[in-house]
C-alpha cells in the first residue's frame, strides 16, 4: 500500500507519543509525480505533489540538523515523468556535512589549500567530521510537565532508530485482496516516501563549545545532544536519443552511522546530489575540476587558449565575443566604448586579446566560461 511508510511512522509516534518532540524525531516526506490512486486514505492525484515535515526538540534555540531536497525537470519528452528525477533525505552527521559542504564538489571540506590541491572527486573530507552536529547546550534541559522519565536523553538507553524509503518509477500495479479484482494502488510516475524517526541522546561532560555566547557569560557547556546519522538519496533520468533508442540512469544510497556520513563526504555524491538539486553549484564543481585537471599552469593554459579561439572568431561575430567576454568578467566594463571605436576587425580582435587575462586565480572561472563560450560562438 502505498501509505505503509507513513503508517509505520503513525505507529512509531503513537507507541511512543510523548517522546517524539521531546527526545526523538519525527521527520516523513512524500512525493508524487504523475498519477497516484490510492483506497487507503482515499487519494487521486495527478500531478507534482510534495509533503515534508519534521517534530523535533529545540534545545536553547537549536534542533537536531535535518535535510530534505527535491528535484524534476521536465523536457517534454513523451516519458516526461521519468526524466530527471533526485532526492536526498538525511540527518544528523550526515545533514551536517550535506549542507555545510554543498557546492564543494571538488575539493574536500576542511582541507588546507595544499589539501584541496591534492585531491580527487572521489576523496573524503580531509578532516574527522563525526559528532559535527553535535549540540552543545550550557546545562541538561529537564523533562517537560507531566512526563517524567518518558522525555529522558540518557546515552546509556537502548533506544529503537527507524528509517526507511519507498519509491516505485514507473507503473506500479497493487492489490489488498479487498477489492476484488481491482488494484487498490495504481501509481504512474515517481513516487518515494521516507520516514525517520530517531532517538535524541545526551551526556554530560566537562566542557563543550557553545555555538553563542551570551554578554559576560561563559562560553563553555555542560551536556552534549547528538542524534544518528543518517542519509538517503536517489538519482534518477531517462534520456530518450531517439524513438527506438534511449537509456535509464538510477542511483539509490541508503546509510545509517558512520556509515552515513561517510558517504556524505565523499565529494562524488555530493557533486551527484548538486548538479541536480543547484545546477549553478554543479557547474562550479565541473569548473573546479577542470582547474585542477590543468594544474598550476591553468592561468597561462586558459589565456593562450582564450587567444586562440579569439583569432578563430570570425569577423561579424566579434561584437558578440565582446558581449561574451562582459559576461563572463574577463574584461571590465568601461573598456567597451574603445572596443567599439576600433575600425577594423583586426584591431577589435588584437584589442580582445590584450584585454583578456585572468589577474588572480579567482577570475580563471571567469576565464573558463569565456574560452568554453567561444567555443560555442564560432
Known sequence: MTYRLLTLALVAVLGSACSTGYSRVLFVTKTNLGLDIDKEPATVQLAIGRKEGGIAPSFEGRTPPLLASFRYDWNFLPISLFTSVSSTFGGGDAAWVLSKYFDDGVTTPGADAAQKTAN????????????ASVLCI??????ASGLGSIAHLDGKIIRPFVFGTDTSLGLKLAWSGLTAQYPDTVRL???????AWAPVSGRKVSGCELARREAGGSDKGTFEVVMPSFLATVDSGVTAKGPASGSLEYLQYFATGTAATNLAEKAAVRAAMVRRIDPAAGHRAEQ???????GPNARETLERKAHASVESVKDEKLDDAW??????????EKDTSAFREKGTPEEKRAFLKERVKAATDEDLPNLLTFVVGLGRLK
Do not use: C, F
Open 138 to 143: 550550557k546545562e541538561e534541559p529537564a523533562a
Open 120 to 131: 580527487t572527486t572521489n576523496a573524503s573530507v580531509a578532516m574527522p567530521t563525526d559528532g
Open 189 to 195: 510516475g515517481y513516487v518515494r516516501k521516507e520516514m
Open 288 to 294: 573546479n575540476k577542470i582547474l585542477k585537471e590543468l
Open 323 to 332: 558581449k561574451l567576454a562582459l559576461q563572463s568578467h574577463v574584461v571590465p
